[in-house]
Protein backbone atom coordinates (compact mmCIF):
# COMPACT_ATOMS: atom_id res chain seq x y z
CA UNK A 1 0.00 0.00 0.00
CA UNK A 2 3.31 2.62 0.66
CA UNK A 3 4.32 1.96 -2.21
CA UNK A 4 0.94 2.11 -3.88
CA UNK A 5 0.80 5.47 -2.25
CA UNK A 6 4.50 6.47 -3.36
CA UNK A 7 3.63 6.33 -6.57
CA UNK A 8 0.59 8.22 -6.49
CA UNK A 9 2.15 10.56 -5.28
CA UNK A 10 5.55 10.56 -8.25
CA UNK A 11 2.81 10.44 -10.71
CA UNK A 12 1.34 13.69 -9.36
CA UNK A 13 4.04 15.55 -8.94
CA UNK A 14 5.64 14.68 -12.45
CA UNK A 15 1.70 15.65 -13.54
CA UNK A 16 1.95 18.88 -11.94
CA UNK A 17 5.20 19.64 -13.00
CA UNK A 18 4.95 19.51 -17.28
CA UNK A 19 1.68 21.44 -16.38
CA UNK A 20 3.44 23.96 -14.82
CA UNK A 21 5.75 24.27 -17.11
CA UNK A 22 3.26 24.21 -20.30
CA UNK A 23 1.29 27.51 -18.15
CA UNK A 24 4.49 29.30 -17.64
CA UNK A 25 5.45 28.63 -21.87
CA UNK A 26 2.18 30.53 -22.61
CA UNK A 27 2.79 32.67 -20.47
CA UNK A 28 5.74 33.95 -21.92
CA UNK A 29 4.41 33.88 -25.01
CA UNK A 30 1.95 36.28 -24.57
CA UNK A 31 1.78 38.91 -27.38
CA UNK A 32 -1.46 40.84 -26.22
CA UNK A 33 -2.10 43.35 -24.84
CA UNK A 34 -2.75 42.30 -21.39
CA UNK A 35 -5.57 43.09 -18.92
CA UNK A 36 -6.39 45.41 -16.40
CA UNK A 37 -5.30 43.05 -13.01
CA UNK A 38 -5.70 43.34 -9.17
CA UNK A 39 -3.36 40.90 -7.99
CA UNK A 40 -0.88 38.49 -9.14
CA UNK A 41 -3.12 36.43 -10.75
CA UNK A 42 -4.03 36.79 -14.87
CA UNK A 43 -7.72 38.01 -15.46
CA UNK A 44 -9.35 37.71 -18.93
CA UNK A 45 -8.13 40.40 -21.57
CA UNK A 46 -10.99 42.79 -21.05
CA UNK A 47 -12.61 44.08 -24.76
CA UNK A 48 -11.07 47.57 -24.58
CA UNK A 49 -7.55 48.42 -24.05
CA UNK A 50 -8.03 52.55 -24.00
CA UNK A 51 -10.71 53.98 -23.11
CA UNK A 52 -10.58 57.75 -24.23
CA UNK A 53 -12.78 60.21 -22.15
CA UNK A 54 -13.39 63.46 -23.90
CA UNK A 55 -14.97 66.10 -21.58
CA UNK A 56 -16.66 68.63 -24.14
CA UNK A 57 -18.61 71.86 -23.78
CA UNK A 58 -22.61 71.02 -25.64
CA UNK A 59 -21.90 73.88 -28.14
CA UNK A 60 -18.14 72.69 -28.91
CA UNK A 61 -19.28 70.71 -32.02
CA UNK A 62 -16.39 72.18 -34.54
CA UNK A 63 -13.80 71.22 -32.10
CA UNK A 64 -15.39 67.08 -31.16
CA UNK A 65 -15.72 67.07 -35.49
CA UNK A 66 -11.85 67.83 -36.00
CA UNK A 67 -11.10 65.08 -33.41
CA UNK A 68 -12.99 62.70 -34.88
CA UNK A 69 -11.42 63.71 -38.18
CA UNK A 70 -8.06 63.73 -37.14
CA UNK A 71 -5.79 62.11 -33.84
CA UNK A 72 -9.06 59.83 -33.10
CA UNK A 73 -8.13 57.82 -36.35
CA UNK A 74 -4.39 57.13 -35.07
CA UNK A 75 -3.83 53.28 -33.95
CA UNK A 76 -6.86 52.22 -35.65
CA UNK A 77 -4.99 49.40 -36.89
CA UNK A 78 -2.19 50.32 -34.87
CA UNK A 79 1.03 50.10 -37.36
CA UNK A 80 4.62 50.86 -35.29
CA UNK A 81 6.88 48.60 -34.28
CA UNK A 82 6.77 47.29 -30.44
CA UNK A 83 8.22 50.51 -28.07
CA UNK A 84 11.05 48.35 -26.72
CA UNK A 85 10.17 47.32 -23.20
CA UNK A 86 13.90 47.76 -22.04
CA UNK A 87 13.07 51.57 -22.32
CA UNK A 88 9.90 51.24 -20.21
CA UNK A 89 10.62 52.39 -16.58
CA UNK A 90 8.97 49.82 -14.21
CA UNK A 91 8.59 51.06 -10.70
CA UNK A 92 9.35 48.99 -7.02
CA UNK A 93 8.57 49.52 -3.58
CA UNK A 94 11.10 50.87 -1.20
CA UNK A 95 12.72 48.40 1.73
CA UNK A 96 11.34 50.61 4.66
CA UNK A 97 7.89 52.59 4.30
CA UNK A 98 6.69 50.06 0.75
CA UNK A 99 6.45 53.32 -1.03
CA UNK A 100 6.81 53.49 -5.10
CA UNK A 101 10.13 54.55 -6.08
CA UNK A 102 9.44 57.31 -8.61
CA UNK A 103 11.66 57.94 -12.02
CA UNK A 104 14.68 60.32 -10.67
CA UNK A 105 15.56 63.40 -12.99
CA UNK A 106 18.19 61.47 -14.79
CA UNK A 107 16.41 58.77 -15.49
CA UNK A 108 13.10 60.82 -16.82
CA UNK A 109 15.62 62.58 -18.84
CA UNK A 110 17.35 59.47 -20.38
CA UNK A 111 13.81 57.78 -21.19
CA UNK A 112 13.03 60.90 -23.47
CA UNK A 113 15.98 60.99 -24.91
CA UNK A 114 15.80 57.12 -25.64
CA UNK A 115 11.90 57.92 -27.27
CA UNK A 116 13.42 61.01 -29.56
CA UNK A 117 16.12 58.85 -30.98
CA UNK A 118 13.76 55.78 -31.55
CA UNK A 119 11.52 58.44 -33.26
CA UNK A 120 13.94 59.35 -35.81
CA UNK A 121 15.04 55.82 -36.25
CA UNK A 122 11.81 55.63 -37.51
CA UNK A 123 12.08 58.29 -39.83
CA UNK A 124 15.44 57.51 -41.38
CA UNK A 125 14.75 53.38 -41.12
CA UNK A 126 11.18 52.69 -41.36
CA UNK A 127 10.19 49.52 -40.49
CA UNK A 128 7.87 46.50 -42.33
CA UNK A 129 4.48 47.50 -41.74
CA UNK A 130 2.72 45.92 -39.39
CA UNK A 131 -0.98 46.18 -38.32
CA UNK A 132 -2.07 45.46 -34.64
CA UNK A 133 -5.63 45.50 -33.54
CA UNK A 134 -5.56 47.38 -30.34
CA UNK A 135 -8.89 48.34 -29.46
CA UNK A 136 -9.61 52.13 -28.09
CA UNK A 137 -13.20 53.38 -27.30
CA UNK A 138 -13.65 57.30 -27.32
CA UNK A 139 -16.28 58.91 -25.55
CA UNK A 140 -17.25 62.91 -25.39
CA UNK A 141 -18.87 63.36 -22.16
CA UNK A 142 -21.67 66.13 -22.12
CA UNK A 143 -23.98 67.38 -19.55
CA UNK A 144 -27.71 67.60 -20.57
CA UNK A 145 -29.25 68.78 -17.50
CA UNK A 146 -31.08 71.98 -18.35
CA UNK A 147 -29.53 72.06 -21.53
CA UNK A 148 -32.28 74.28 -24.13
CA UNK A 149 -34.38 72.50 -26.06
CA UNK A 150 -32.60 73.58 -29.47
CA UNK A 151 -29.44 72.37 -27.98
CA UNK A 152 -30.52 69.24 -26.94
CA UNK A 153 -31.87 68.67 -30.84
CA UNK A 154 -28.85 69.14 -31.86
CA UNK A 155 -27.00 67.03 -29.84
CA UNK A 156 -29.52 64.36 -29.81
CA UNK A 157 -28.75 64.72 -33.63
CA UNK A 158 -25.32 64.23 -33.26
CA UNK A 159 -25.13 61.17 -31.16
CA UNK A 160 -27.86 59.52 -33.89
CA UNK A 161 -25.15 60.42 -36.36
CA UNK A 162 -21.78 59.44 -34.34
CA UNK A 163 -22.89 57.63 -30.99
CA UNK A 164 -19.91 58.18 -29.42
CA UNK A 165 -21.50 60.90 -26.95
CA UNK A 166 -21.79 60.33 -22.95
CA UNK A 167 -24.39 61.99 -21.85
CA UNK A 168 -25.20 62.89 -18.57
CA UNK A 169 -28.63 63.60 -17.39
CA UNK A 170 -27.95 64.32 -14.21
CA UNK A 171 -25.25 67.04 -14.95
CA UNK A 172 -25.76 70.89 -15.48
CA UNK A 173 -23.24 71.81 -17.54
CA UNK A 174 -20.90 74.78 -15.85
CA UNK A 175 -17.24 75.16 -14.87
CA UNK A 176 -18.19 75.22 -11.35
CA UNK A 177 -19.53 71.25 -11.78
CA UNK A 178 -16.05 70.03 -13.64
CA UNK A 179 -15.48 68.03 -10.69
CA UNK A 180 -18.42 66.34 -10.79
CA UNK A 181 -18.73 65.74 -14.56
CA UNK A 182 -15.24 64.07 -14.54
CA UNK A 183 -16.64 61.45 -11.53
CA UNK A 184 -19.83 61.23 -13.71
CA UNK A 185 -18.61 60.12 -16.56
CA UNK A 186 -16.00 58.04 -15.14
CA UNK A 187 -18.80 56.31 -13.60
CA UNK A 188 -20.61 55.80 -17.00
CA UNK A 189 -17.63 54.48 -18.98
CA UNK A 190 -17.43 51.81 -15.52
CA UNK A 191 -20.63 50.81 -15.92
CA UNK A 192 -20.96 50.03 -19.39
CA UNK A 193 -17.20 48.85 -20.30
CA UNK A 194 -14.38 46.34 -19.58
CA UNK A 195 -11.03 48.73 -19.97
CA UNK A 196 -7.84 48.34 -19.05
CA UNK A 197 -6.41 52.43 -18.79
CA UNK A 198 -8.11 55.70 -19.50
CA UNK A 199 -7.12 58.87 -20.76
CA UNK A 200 -8.79 61.49 -19.78
CA UNK A 201 -8.95 65.19 -22.24
CA UNK A 202 -10.37 68.27 -23.31
CA UNK A 203 -12.06 69.07 -26.84
CA UNK A 204 -9.23 71.22 -26.96
CA UNK A 205 -6.62 68.60 -26.80
CA UNK A 206 -4.53 67.08 -29.62
CA UNK A 207 -3.48 63.15 -28.72
CA UNK A 208 -0.52 61.82 -30.85
CA UNK A 209 -2.79 58.58 -30.38
CA UNK A 210 -0.32 56.11 -32.09
CA UNK A 211 2.41 56.69 -30.12
CA UNK A 212 0.84 57.33 -27.17
CA UNK A 213 -1.14 53.90 -27.44
CA UNK A 214 2.24 51.96 -28.44
CA UNK A 215 4.22 53.35 -25.79
CA UNK A 216 1.18 52.22 -23.39
CA UNK A 217 1.02 48.75 -24.73
CA UNK A 218 4.80 48.27 -23.65
CA UNK A 219 4.14 49.39 -20.29
CA UNK A 220 1.35 47.06 -19.59
CA UNK A 221 3.23 44.11 -21.32
CA UNK A 222 5.65 44.80 -19.00
CA UNK A 223 3.61 44.67 -16.10
CA UNK A 224 2.13 41.61 -17.21
CA UNK A 225 6.01 40.01 -17.24
CA UNK A 226 6.77 41.92 -14.11
CA UNK A 227 3.94 40.60 -11.98
CA UNK A 228 5.03 38.20 -10.30
CA UNK A 229 8.36 40.54 -9.09
CA UNK A 230 5.99 42.10 -6.84
CA UNK A 231 4.90 38.99 -4.60
CA UNK A 232 2.33 40.17 -2.18
CA UNK A 233 2.87 43.84 -2.89
CA UNK A 234 0.05 45.75 -5.09
CA UNK A 235 0.68 46.01 -8.35
CA UNK A 236 1.27 49.57 -9.71
CA UNK A 237 -1.52 51.29 -10.80
CA UNK A 238 -0.59 53.87 -13.70
CA UNK A 239 -1.31 57.92 -12.96
CA UNK A 240 0.63 59.62 -15.74
CA UNK A 241 0.68 62.91 -16.94
CA UNK A 242 2.69 66.36 -16.29
CA UNK A 243 3.09 66.46 -12.39
CA UNK A 244 3.09 69.44 -10.66
CA UNK A 245 3.55 70.48 -6.62
CA UNK A 246 3.87 74.00 -6.31
CA UNK A 247 0.77 75.32 -7.83
CA UNK A 248 -0.71 77.71 -5.42
CA UNK A 249 -4.00 77.65 -4.21
CA UNK A 250 -6.57 79.88 -6.23
CA UNK A 251 -8.21 82.85 -4.64
CA UNK A 252 -10.40 84.66 -7.25
CA UNK A 253 -11.47 84.30 -10.37
CA UNK A 254 -13.13 80.63 -11.98
CA UNK A 255 -10.37 78.83 -10.52
CA UNK A 256 -11.51 80.02 -6.82
CA UNK A 257 -10.47 76.87 -4.23
CA UNK A 258 -12.48 78.54 -0.93
CA UNK A 259 -12.59 74.89 0.32
CA UNK A 260 -9.03 74.05 -0.37
CA UNK A 261 -7.54 73.99 3.47
CA UNK A 262 -4.76 70.82 3.19
CA UNK A 263 -1.71 73.69 2.70
CA UNK A 264 -0.28 76.51 1.31
CA UNK A 265 -0.06 75.03 -2.67
CA UNK A 266 -2.17 71.84 -4.25
CA UNK A 267 -1.30 68.58 -3.66
CA UNK A 268 0.80 67.07 -6.26
CA UNK A 269 -1.52 66.58 -9.22
CA UNK A 270 -1.31 66.05 -12.93
CA UNK A 271 -2.51 69.10 -15.67
CA UNK A 272 -5.88 68.76 -16.66
CA UNK A 273 -5.15 68.80 -20.10
CA UNK A 274 -5.21 65.12 -20.29
CA UNK A 275 -3.82 62.36 -18.00
CA UNK A 276 -4.01 58.50 -18.31
CA UNK A 277 -5.53 56.04 -15.37
CA UNK A 278 -5.31 52.73 -14.86
CA UNK A 279 -9.33 50.86 -14.56
CA UNK A 280 -8.69 50.40 -10.88
CA UNK A 281 -8.01 53.84 -9.86
CA UNK A 282 -11.37 54.84 -11.85
CA UNK A 283 -12.68 52.72 -9.57
CA UNK A 284 -11.60 53.40 -6.65
CA UNK A 285 -12.39 57.14 -7.04
CA UNK A 286 -16.00 56.03 -8.23
CA UNK A 287 -16.51 53.61 -5.48
CA UNK A 288 -15.67 56.41 -3.08
CA UNK A 289 -17.02 59.29 -4.65
CA UNK A 290 -20.22 59.66 -1.54
CA UNK A 291 -16.60 60.35 0.69
CA UNK A 292 -14.66 62.39 -1.60
CA UNK A 293 -14.62 66.41 -1.51
CA UNK A 294 -15.19 68.11 -4.64
CA UNK A 295 -12.79 70.96 -5.62
CA UNK A 296 -13.16 73.22 -8.58
CA UNK A 297 -10.65 72.06 -10.66
CA UNK A 298 -10.78 68.18 -11.76
CA UNK A 299 -7.62 68.06 -12.11
CA UNK A 300 -6.63 69.12 -8.30
CA UNK A 301 -9.51 66.97 -7.04
CA UNK A 302 -7.76 63.81 -8.85
CA UNK A 303 -4.47 64.68 -7.76
CA UNK A 304 -6.25 64.76 -3.93
CA UNK A 305 -7.93 61.86 -3.93
CA UNK A 306 -5.23 59.72 -5.23
CA UNK A 307 -2.34 60.71 -2.97
CA UNK A 308 -2.85 58.61 -0.05
CA UNK A 309 -2.51 55.93 -2.05
CA UNK A 310 1.32 53.95 -1.65
CA UNK A 311 0.37 51.77 -5.43
CA UNK A 312 -0.12 55.20 -7.31
CA UNK A 313 3.04 54.90 -10.02
CA UNK A 314 2.84 58.74 -10.67
CA UNK A 315 4.64 59.05 -14.48
CA UNK A 316 5.81 62.26 -14.88
CA UNK A 317 6.24 62.90 -18.61
CA UNK A 318 7.40 66.23 -20.33
CA UNK A 319 5.85 64.80 -23.64
CA UNK A 320 2.59 66.28 -22.09
CA UNK A 321 1.95 69.96 -22.57
CA UNK A 322 -1.21 69.78 -20.75
CA UNK A 323 -1.01 72.92 -19.01
CA UNK A 324 -3.37 75.96 -19.29
CA UNK A 325 -1.47 77.96 -21.87
CA UNK A 326 0.56 75.57 -24.72
CA UNK A 327 4.49 75.54 -24.73
CA UNK A 328 7.11 75.64 -27.33
CA UNK A 329 5.90 72.61 -29.60
CA UNK A 330 8.02 69.73 -29.62
CA UNK A 331 8.08 66.89 -31.84
CA UNK A 332 8.15 64.86 -29.34
CA UNK A 333 5.37 66.19 -27.65
CA UNK A 334 2.85 63.31 -27.31
CA UNK A 335 -0.53 65.30 -25.69
CA UNK A 336 -0.39 68.86 -26.62
CA UNK A 337 -3.36 70.60 -25.07
CA UNK A 338 -5.32 74.74 -26.43
CA UNK A 339 -5.46 73.64 -29.57
CA UNK A 340 -8.04 74.71 -32.23
CA UNK A 341 -9.62 72.77 -34.77
CA UNK A 342 -7.48 74.09 -37.71
CA UNK A 343 -4.67 73.11 -35.51
CA UNK A 344 -5.62 69.55 -35.46
CA UNK A 345 -6.19 69.11 -38.65
CA UNK A 346 -2.21 71.18 -39.40
CA UNK A 347 -0.80 68.49 -36.79
CA UNK A 348 -2.84 65.36 -38.51
CA UNK A 349 -1.41 66.65 -42.05
CA UNK A 350 2.30 65.70 -40.74
CA UNK A 351 3.14 69.47 -39.70
CA UNK A 352 4.39 68.95 -36.12
CA UNK A 353 4.83 72.11 -35.24
CA UNK A 354 2.42 74.25 -37.24
CA UNK A 355 0.40 75.60 -34.32
CA UNK A 356 3.84 77.60 -33.37
CA UNK A 357 3.21 80.41 -34.26
CA UNK A 358 -0.71 80.76 -32.86
CA UNK A 359 0.56 79.72 -29.27
CA UNK A 360 4.00 82.06 -29.13
CA UNK A 361 4.34 84.25 -26.43
CA UNK A 362 6.60 86.53 -23.72
CA UNK A 363 5.14 84.04 -21.49
CA UNK A 364 6.45 80.87 -22.35
CA UNK A 365 5.94 77.66 -20.24
CA UNK A 366 8.94 76.12 -19.68
CA UNK A 367 9.07 72.50 -19.18
CA UNK A 368 10.79 70.40 -16.45
CA UNK A 369 11.57 67.35 -15.27
CA UNK A 370 10.03 66.33 -11.33
CA UNK A 371 12.12 65.96 -8.99
CA UNK A 372 10.46 63.24 -6.24
CA UNK A 373 13.57 63.70 -3.95
CA UNK A 374 12.65 67.33 -3.16
CA UNK A 375 10.03 69.20 -1.30
CA UNK A 376 7.42 70.51 -3.76
CA UNK A 377 8.32 74.09 -3.58
CA UNK A 378 11.89 72.51 -5.46
CA UNK A 379 10.34 70.00 -7.64
CA UNK A 380 10.19 71.54 -10.62
CA UNK A 381 13.15 73.27 -11.15
CA UNK A 382 15.17 71.00 -13.15
CA UNK A 383 14.20 72.12 -16.87
CA UNK A 384 14.55 70.04 -19.96
CA UNK A 385 17.33 71.54 -22.40
Known amino acids: ?6 LVTLFTAITAFFFGSFITKILNSVDKCPANRSGSKLEPHPDIFLVVLILSAPSNVEHRDAMR ?10 QLPYYPEEQVYMPAYDQRGGHLQMEMVTQQATRLREFINWQEKLLQHPPPV ?32 HKDLLLLPHLHESYRNLTGKLLQAIEGVIQQYDFSYLIKVDDDTYVKLD ?11 KLLRKTMDYGSEPLPQLYWGYF ?3 ANIKTKGQWKEPNYVLGKNYITYALGGGYVLSRKLCEHVVNNSHLLSHYTSEDVSMGTWLAPLRNVYRWHDPRFDTAY ?9 LVLHKRTPQM ?15 VMGANRLLEYYYDWTRTSDKCCDSLVV
Request: net charge positive.
Open 1 to 6: MRRQNN
Open 69 to 78: ETWLRLGQPL
Open 130 to 161: TQRKIIVKHLFAIGTQQMPSNLRDQIQSEQKQ
Open 211 to 221: HLLNELVSYDR
Open 244 to 246: NGR
Open 325 to 333: MARKCQSYH
Open 344 to 358: MRDLYGGNLCAPEKN
